[in-house]
């Protein structure tokens, strides 16, 4: 069975405390894997699309990698602005124009 | 406007009302989605609109009832909700459906007493 799951369920860092946000996948033929910033009571933000192993995407203190099982969002140096939820999605060759999104990381950044 | 638009943002409606959710999107895109968010579950796709043709219909009960009348408008029909439908609805657009990015509204908060 397809799955996209997400760990940690919750991070707390304090200011400037690097970390990584893992999103494991388990589907064959991968179209897409998609990060998306939440704030409470708003809708997602779309942050990066990876395509293939290997990609690598930047955006200020954000950087996404993609390896065939599963694909990491560092946060380098991460401001208290930088608290959300993060969410990852899944596209693949059998879901016709469905996408899968994973349980998400709730980030907390501590002055 | 910009982006992706929802109207109402809130909603409180009894189980035998019927009410609709509006979605605008101004972005150009060809393809229109309907997401329910609730409460410790991750995100369900419901509805999947590509050029106005309905392509994906996700199992949901037929007291939703989605409508595409263009590109650039898609509403949620609603009717006989019960409590459990009680949920943030959001709505998506991208540029064709399948591998692109899709960009959310601010969604409605939808609540069935």
């Known amino acids: 069975e397809d799955q996209v799951t997400q760990s940690p369920e919750a991070l707390r860092l304090q200011e400037g405390e690097s970390s990584s946000l893992n999103c494991s996948y388990t589907?064959?033929?991968?179209?897409?894997l998609f990060w998306y910033r939440q704030d409470p009571g708003k809708g997602p933000e779309f942050l990066f699309t990876l395509y293939s192993a290997g990609e690598e995407k930047e955006k200020e203190r954000l950087k996404a990698t993609l390896t065939k099982k599963e694909s990491f969002l560092h946060i380098t140096a991460p401001k208290p602005e930088d608290s959300a939820t993060y969410l990852c999605?899944?596209?693949?060759?059998?879901?016709?124009?469905?996408?899968?999104f994973g349980p998400g990381t709730r980030l907390s950044v501590l002055p | 406007e910009t982006g992706v638009t929802q109207t109402p943002r809130h909603l409180v409606m009894g189980m035998t009302n019927k009410k609709s959710l509006k979605c605008e999107q101004h972005?150009?895109?060809?393809?229109m989605y309907w997401y329910k968010q609730s409460a410790k579950k991750p995100l369900e796709l419901m509805f999947v609109?590509?050029?106005?043709?309905?392509?994906e219909n996700n199992s949901v009960p037929s007291r939703f009832s989605p409508e595409c009348p263009n590109s650039s408008h898609l509403f949620l029909h609603l009717h006989t909700l019960q409590p459990e439908d009680s949920a943030l609805y959001l709505c998506?657009?991208?540029?064709?459906?399948?591998?692109?990015?899709?960009?959310f509204g601010p969604g409605t908060r939808l609540t069935v007493t």
């Open positions: 972005l150009g895109h060809n393809a």
């Open positions: 998506a657009s991208s540029r064709r459906g399948g591998e692109y990015e899709q960009y």
């Open positions: 609109y590509s050029l106005e043709e309905r392509v």
């Open positions: 999605a899944v596209q693949a060759d059998n879901y016709g124009q469905n996408f899968v």
């Open positions: 589907v064959s033929g991968l179209r897409g």
